[in-house]
């Protein structure tokens, strides 16, 4: 008996011992982005958890938020005070996933996307003008400002072609970062040392089976 508790000793050993930790993905700031305090007309306290004089990065020419390797992206919708129509959109050029118009936003939206820069932009529909992440120019106009939660979380905010305020609250998005679909439960790791395990387990059986005989 206690040669069949060394040999389960070994087989898990070998099979913990093989289950390695998740491969840190980050998200930051490339290029350039200013330190930039939340104004007073600020009013999306209660949703995104920023409030007047919290210190965000404005994006500047060429800033923008990057991914430091290929993984998975999910947006969630937080709010957006603006009288303009204003969309978020990911894989620039590309699908409407946000529209401050409607009130049917997808709670969260995930997207497997590339390392580098997140390809995403913001619209402007009354005026038609859009601003890109990486696309940022030096005006408060059109521009995007960026807070860090987490290395993984970070809140998007936009200041649309209204010439009337610097609020940064006329569309509001969360992005978060995952090596894997967020959307699938991670699977139980299959580490290689398994088959040993199982093979270890018959090999005792047989070996007990054979005593048995024996005796
Ligand atoms: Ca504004
Ligand atoms: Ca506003």
Redesign the pocket.
């Known amino acids: 008996m206690k040669r069949t508790f060394a040999a389960l000793a070994v087989c898990a050993g070998a099979l913990f011992g093989t289950v390695s930790a998740a491969q840190a993905i980050t998200l930051s700031i490339a290029g350039t982005a200013t330190n930039y305090a939340l104004p007073s ?1 600020f ?1 999306l306290s209660a949703e995104t958890g920023l409030a007047t004089g919290t210190t965000v990065k404005k994006l500047g020419t060429g800033g923008g938020l990057s991914l430091d390797t290929a993984g998975w992206l999910q947006f969630s919708y937080l709010g957006s ?2 009288s303009n129509h204003n969309e978020f959109k990911f894989s620039v050029g590309g699908t409407t996933i946000f529209d401050n118009t409607s009130a049917t936003n997808a709670a969260v939206v995930a997207y497997q996307a590339a390392g580098g820069l997140l390809s995403f932009l913001f619209k402007d529909a009354t005026v038609g003008s859009s601003v890109a992440n990486g696309g940022s120019g030096s005006s408060f106009l059109n521009s995007i400002a960026l807070f860090r939660e987490t290395a993984t979380s970070w809140i998007i905010l936009f200041n649309d072609t209204c010439d009337c ?1 610097k ?1 940064y ?2 569309l509001a998005v969360r992005v978060q970062a995952f090596d894997r679909d967020p959307g699938i439960p991670a699977a139980v790791p299959v580490p290689g040392a398994l088959p040993l395990l199982a093979s270890g387990l018959v090999g005792v059986g047989l070996l007990a089976r054979k005593r048995r005989k024996a005796a």
Do not use: F, L, R, V
């Open positions: 007309d009013s005070e603006a305020d609020d609250d006329d």
